[in-house]
């Protein structure tokens, strides 16, 4: 079954870039939607976003300004970059695949990575 | 984009019936789904499409939807269902959101 792991950087600097990256095992990135996530510690989740394979894009509203997130069929993997960070962007980043249902406006993800905590701190 | 609400906490004892409720106005033209959060670990999906159930997880779990509300149902809670709940939603344009989250204490 498809298996999906977050790497990158545990500490970033406030006003520098977080750049995370998810890499999907067990299947095939095509056809697929795929997605960002954030729970910062002890609170509750936040979408960030998500990318089809083909390279369209949807942000969450209160992020899209610092939010890119790309994709690279090459090596099945989508990644993610938020710019200007501050203490509030510390969280544990989740990647995950998105269903999604066009004509009833449906989305939700199945499955998930394991998360990795992103620290932002000089 | 609207939000979602859901109880903080939520107990019950071994055996009994716990109902984890999740409201917002989208509700009855969007589908809900529900997440279970155990401590350290990443979410897993319980209910989509406000009551379908993915293969693997228990029939004790279950959901429903009236109106603005649905409703995560577990029937029989065992101790291994203690955990934090999710429900989330999207909207007409695809932005997605996620209720506060819900503690379900087994006593």
């Known amino acids: 079954q498809v298996q999906l792991q977050e790497s990158g950087p545990g500490l970033v600097k406030p006003s520098e870039t977080l750049s995370l990256t998810c890499t999907v095992s067990g299947g095939s990135i095509s056809s697929y939607y795929w997605s960002w996530i954030r729970q910062p510690p002890g609170k509750g989740l936040e979408w960030i976003g998500y990318i089809y394979y083909s390279g369209s894009t949807n942000y969450n509203p209160s992020l899209k300004s610092r939010v890119t997130i790309s994709v690279d069929t090459s090596k099945n993997q989508f990644s993610l970059k938020l710019s200007s960070v501050t203490a509030a962007d510390t969280a544990v980043y989740y990647c995950a695949r998105v269903w999604r249902i066009a004509a009833a406006g449906a989305y939700w993800f199945d499955p998930w990575g394991q998360g990795t905590l992103v620290t932002v701190s000089s | 984009s609207y939000e979602l609400t859901q109880p903080p906490s939520v107990s019950v004892s071994p055996g009994q019936t716990a109902r984890i409720t999740c409201s917002g106005d989208a509700l009855p033209k969007q589908y809900a789904y529900w997440y279970q959060q155990k401590p350290g670990q990443a979410p897993v999906l319980v209910i989509y499409k406000d009551s379908e159930r993915p293969s693997g997880i228990p029939e004790r779990f279950s959901g429903s939807s009236s109106g603005t509300t649905v409703t995560l149902t577990i029937s029989g809670v065992q101790a291994e269902d203690e955990a934090d709940y999710y429900c989330?939603?999207?909207?007409?344009?695809?932005?997605?959101?996620f209720g506060g989250g819900t503690k379900l204490t087994v006593l």
């Open positions: 989330q939603s999207a909207d007409s344009s695809g932005t997605v959101v």
